[in-house]
């Protein structure tokens, strides 16, 4: 049992590496490629195949969407960039972690791609207080990218993202459902004499009734004289704003600042006893930085 124990302890610790890269690295809120050129002169478009560094991230970050409440998250991490002509480890916007790039033009994309949740410890959050935690959240599934503006330090594209959802305390795995997300995304390099980029993204997020299920679903076990039974229902989980800011300091090291507003007014299950505010809002702080990198450029 011991071993079990540790190594679940191992597999969480592993993951929750992933999760922080996904929101350092690849997250809408702090995605930042680190683009190759001289300190002081402009960005050169040319990107290295690979690179391997370190980032970091802190911020407080709701415990699930319309909780009301937020948890702080701290940890450092490696940093791991690949850019092949199909696979793509980090280091991409409008991207999960991990994509398969499949098809790439000048003005449409089509991947699959993969994103990750951290874990809820229900006995610190207010709401859930005496039910089970929720687990990690992983999600796979295609995505479309149509590139509205795709010109050198300006991009506007709109992404038509669906992913199959799953949870796992790494003892088993449950499927928890699908979501589908389109979103507007912009980015702008170069914005004043700092050489900040800003990023932007919206969208709305709808879920599937097991999704749902997980979120606002209370079993008659769970009941209390505050928190009534709910069944939850499939449809409009929300929509997500998000913005960030960064800056490069050199050609390795970049620090991005970013901020995450859920806004769920009309939400399908605003009435459960565990949707608690319309409005979460999320801040983060992070670094990145790229001490080994490829000769070989990305094509």
Known sequence: MNHLSGCRKNYRRLFLLVTIVIGCGQNPAASDELERGDKAGPVNAVKPLWEVGAGGFAGWIPDYPAAGQTTFRALAVPYIVYRGDILRVGGEESRGAVSGRFFNTEKFEFDISLSAAFPVDSGNNNARRGMDDLDFLFGIGPQFIFKLINEPGKKLNINMQARSVYSTDFSSLDHRGYVFNPKLSY?????????????????????????????????????????????????YLGSNLSLSVSRRFNNRFRMIIGTRLGIHHGATNDDSPLFKDNLNVGGFTAFVWSFAQSKESAR
């Open 187 to 235: 980015s702008r390099e170069h914005v004043t004499d700092l050489n900040l980029k800003v990023s932007t993204r919206v969208g709305p997020v709808f879920a599937t009734e097991k999704l749902m299920d997980y979120f606002y679903t209370v079993d008659p076990e769970f009941v209390t004289p505050t928190r009534p039974a709910y069944d939850a229902d499939a449809g």
